[in-house]
């Protein structure tokens, strides 16, 4: 069992590894996605006329589809840090399993 435990934690360890690497790259898109964000919002106020309030809703409605990408990219990263966690809680739970099991087999 103790030998099953310590294989489920392996396993557990190289996911949590991948995770930091797949947290990176959601970092990263969702910077490159804010970056899009921002300048289509940007060009498309700069290329409105009427008052400040008309173009700041044509700029916004002009750059919807890059604030979709940006939310998505938020989504995303939110449920990458969700699923770190949860695998540290099961690895924090599997190491306590390990060691009220060695500490059973002593007595």
């Known amino acids: 069992m103790i030998q099953e435990i310590q294989k489920q934690l392996a396993e557990l360890i190289q ?8 947290l990176f790259e959601a970092e990263k898109a969702l910077a490159e996605a804010e970056y ?40 995303e990263l939110s449920r990458i840090k969700q699923k770190i966690k949860s695998i540290e809680t099961a690895s924090m739970v ?6 009220l099991m060695n500490q059973e087999s002593r007595m």
């Not at 599997?94 to 060691?99: C, D, E, H, R, S």
């Open 94 to 99: 599997l190491a306590t399993q390990a060691k």
């Open 36 to 75: 899009e964000l921002d300048t289509a919002e940007s060009k498309a106020f700069i290329r409105s006329s009427g008052t400040v309030a008309d173009r700041q809703a044509l700029a916004r409605l002009e750059s919807a589809d890059a604030r979709l990408q940006r939310d998505l990219r938020r989504a």
């Open 15 to 22: 996911e949590n590894n991948k995770g930091s690497t797949a």
